[in-house]
């Protein structure tokens, strides 16, 4: 935490150091917390629970770089001289100006980047890449993304404080609501596929 952060009133963190690019920070969220934070250049990044931010207390000047561990939802402060990327355990993710919201949790099978507005590329490795327009998901497997249509207030329901499930498995579903309440579920193998619908507050207390 420097004086890159700041408060939502504008109030900065201070440490007294200079900001340096060679200085990488790490923000994180525990199980049920979230949190928003401003990078150096403007960029708006939101995590959602358990989540692991690593980004330079000063970008550089041709490109902006940070990795992501968790779920975070991104509105970047547009430079098309230094493009902004996200990298992840899966893919690599770029954009020049746009919103979109990255899930890869490293006990999630898959990787998936939603994109709200603008473009972005996300690429496996320079053979295997795909550019996403507004309303579209990829989905990054280990050698192949493939791209869906996507409900994007679904895909950003965590930032708006809900849950929000759309014939969902059960077991999908507990992982994101045990990771929220910071509890253990465990889903019996002849339930894990049932099909979830529905939406509620993420600040209803559990039992609810």
Known sequence: VNQNITYPDG?????????????????STPKGGQYQVTLADGTKVWLNAATVLRYPQKFASNVRTVELEGEAYFEIS???????????????????????NVNTYKDDQISTVSLLEGSVKVSLSDEISQILKPGQQSIAYTDRIDVQAVNISEAVAWKNGEF???????????????????IEIVVEPQLREIAIWGTISRYEKFDK
């Open 11 to 27: 109030t900065a963190l201070e440490t007294g150091r200079q900001p340096s690019e060679l200085a990488q920070l790490t923000l």
């Open 164 to 182: 929000m499930f759309n014939s969902e498995s059960l077991v999908s579903a507990m992982t994101k609501i045990a990771r929220w309440y910071d």
């Open 78 to 100: 547009r430079n098309e001289k230094a493009p902004f990327v996200v990298r992840t355990k899966n893919e690599r993710v770029q954009d020049l100006g746009t919103h979109f």
